[in-house]
């Protein structure tokens, strides 16, 4: 695949570190795209939960970073015990795992668990009032008051 350099583009741009960023990480392949599964859920208006199937996990064997706008989660194994026993064969994997998810501005975690083999991340999005829309009402203009003419009548016969 073709890589396009951003670099010209980082000298006359402020702010757009991210986007060009975003758009380089889309032309490499991601490994290991399938493990672990995952969900992403919207459990209210403002709030979501991501929950990562981590079987066979503990929680000391997992971590849970947020840096700028990404959220890792990653899952390194202990070493095994060495025990007489003989796998016929093995469906749970062993392997260590890191996940990335890009999250949008204002996002923030909330909390995580983990129950029944399954990683719960609670997240809220939750916009300062400074960046929320804001409606400005229109004051109609106020034009000179009318001045109303009026001419006197004498009512006095000479």
Known sequence: MRHVDFSP?????????????MLDSLGQPDQSQTYPPYNIERTGESTYRITMAVAGFDESE???EAREHTLTVK?????????DNQFLYRGIAKRAFERRFQ?????????????N??????LLREIPEAAKPRRIDIVAAQSAPKQ???TQVNGSAN
Request: aromatic share 6%; net charge negative; proline share 0%.
């Open 9 to 21: 583009l980082y000298r006359s741009t402020v702010g757009f570190d991210r986007l060009f960023t």
């Open 62 to 64: 997992l971590s849970i």
């Open 75 to 83: 899952g390194e194994k202990s070493e095994e015990k060495v025990t």
């Open 103 to 115: 999250l949008a501005d204002h996002v923030e975690i909330q909390s995580a668990s983990l129950r």
């Open 117 to 122: 083999g399954l990683l719960h991340i609670d």
């Open 148 to 150: 109303i003419e009026a």
